[in-house]
C-alpha cells in the first residue's frame, strides 16, 4: 500500500531535505524514524526539496509499505523516535497512481522579512533581515515581471539539477504585517515590521526565491529601479542578478494537489507568520 504523510520541520539544524552521506538531512531523519517505527527500512519520495535553513510547513512525502496499520499510527510511531524541530502532522492511504512530486500542481513558499535597525534575536533563523527601509511599491513593480512562464536562468544555483529553467510563476504577493513602529526618538534607523512574500509556481529552480528575493530586496532599498527586473530576467545569467539572500526566512508551505486524492490542505495552519 502506498502511504502519503505530511510533515513540518525546522531547517535551521539541518542540510536540507534530500539525504546525504552525513545523515543530517530531513529525509534521513525521518527515514530513521520511519524504521525504527516500522522495523523495516522505509524509503520516502517528497514533493519539493529543501535547502539548508529553509524550514517546511508542509512537505508532503509518500512511500509504499506492506505493513498495514491505522492512518494515525503513521503519525504518532515515527514522532515518537524523531527530534523535536520534525514532526508528522498527518497521514493518509493513497492510490498506487499518487506520487507527492508528479501529482502537485503547484508549490508554495513564503519569505518572511525583518525590517529593523537591529538584528532578530529570538526570530534568528527564523526570518530574514534588513536594517534599511523597503519602498513596497517598487518591489511589487519588480515582482509583476516576473509573473508568467519565463525562462528563470538568471535565477538559477549553478548546482541546480532542474532539466529545464523555464518555470511557471502564478503569482508572487508582497504584503506588511503588522504595524510598522518608528525608529525610538533621537536614533537612526529605519521603522521596524515584517514583511511577508508569498510565491506560487509549478516548479522552482534550485537557490530560485532567495536569489529572487536578493534582486527584490535592492529593488526596495533603492540600489536599481524596479525594471531592472525584467533586465535581469532576460539577460539568463546569474552574474546580473543580485547575491543569493540568507535562507533563514523561506519556507516551504507545500504542494497543492487535486482535491480528488483527498489530501489535508493546512493553508490556515499557515497564518501564525508574521
Request: proline share 7%.
Amino acid at each position: 500500500m502506498r502511504i502519503a504523510l505530511g510533515v513540518s520541520y525546522e531547517g535551521q539544524p539541518w542540510r536540507g531535505w534530500q539525504s546525504q552521506p552525513s545523515r543530517q538531512t530531513v529525509q534521513d531523519a525521518l527515514e530513521a524514524a520511519l524504521q525504527r517505527f516500522a522495523t523495516v527500512p522505509i524509503s520516502t519520495v517528497c514533493a519539493g526539496r529543501t535547502d539548508a535553513g529553509v524550514h517546511g510547513l508542509m512537505q508532503v512525502v509518500h512511500f509504499d509499505t506492506d505493513i498495514d496499520r491505522p492512518e494515525f499510527s503513521w503519525v504518532r510511531g515515527p514522532n515518537r523516535f524523531l527530534p523535536p524541530g520534525i514532526a508528522v502532522q498527518w497521514a493518509r492511504r493513497v492510490p498506487d497512481a499518487f506520487h507527492s512530486r508528479a501529482c502537485a500542481t503547484a508549490r508554495r513558499y513564503a519569505y518572511v522579512l525583518l525590517q529593523s535597525p537591529v538584528r532578530p534575536s529570538i526570530e534568528a533563523g527564523r526570518v530574514g533581515w534588513v536594517f534599511q527601509a523597503l519602498d513596497e511599491t517598487a518591489m511589487r513593480e519588480a515582482a509583476a515581471h516576473l509573473v508568467g512562464e519565463h525562462d528563470f536562468t538568471s535565477f538559477r544555483a549553478a548546482e541546480c539539477q532542474a532539466r529545464s529553467p523555464v518555470k511557471h510563476l502564478a503569482q508572487i504577493t508582497i504584503t506588511r504585517r503588522g504595524a510598522f513602529e518608528p525608529a525610538p526618538t533621537g536614533s537612526e534607523g529605519c521603522p521596524t515590521g515584517y514583511w511577508r512574500f508569498a510565491f506560487e509556481g509549478n516548479a522552482f529552480l534550485h537557490h530560485m526565491i532567495r536569489n529572487i528575493m536578493g534582486c527584490l530586496i535592492a529593488v526596495g532599498q533603492g540600489t536599481r529601479p524596479s525594471d531592472w527586473m525584467r533586465e535581469v530576467l532576460q539577460a539568463r545569467s546569474r552574474s546580473k542578478a543580485a547575491p543569493t539572500f540568507m535562507a533563514d526566512g523561506l519556507y516551504f508551505l507545500g504542494p497543492r494537489y487535486d482535491p480528488a486524492w483527498g489530501l489535508p490542505d493546512r493553508t490556515a495552519a499557515y497564518d501564525w507568520l508574521p
